[in-house]
């Protein structure tokens, strides 16, 4: 089934919203979006695990878990 999108939100903690035509949210679709970029510099071939310093749009550091393939905000 293909969804029509009508808008999206990144927010500053990382993740996402994606609504569609009605303004409901679609969860199925949203993903946090530091995760994505962690997933393409994976593709690439980063040792991920070995980034110290991720910092978000608001200057709050994060840390990433390959353990777990998730993320804090410290």
Do not use: C
Request: zero cysteines; proline letters at 1%; glycine letters at 6%.
């Amino acid at each position: 089934m293909k969804e029509e999108i009508k808008g999206l939100m990144f927010f500053k903690n990382g993740n996402t919203a994606v609504f569609d035509t009605n303004g409901k949210q679609i969860s199925s679709l949203q993903k946090s979006w530091l995760l994505m970029f962690i997933e393409f510099l994976q593709s690439k071939g980063v040792r991920v695990e070995k980034i110290e310093d991720i910092t978000m749009p608001d200057g709050r550091q994060a840390r990433y878990s390959k353990k777990y393939h998730n993320w804090e905000i410290l």
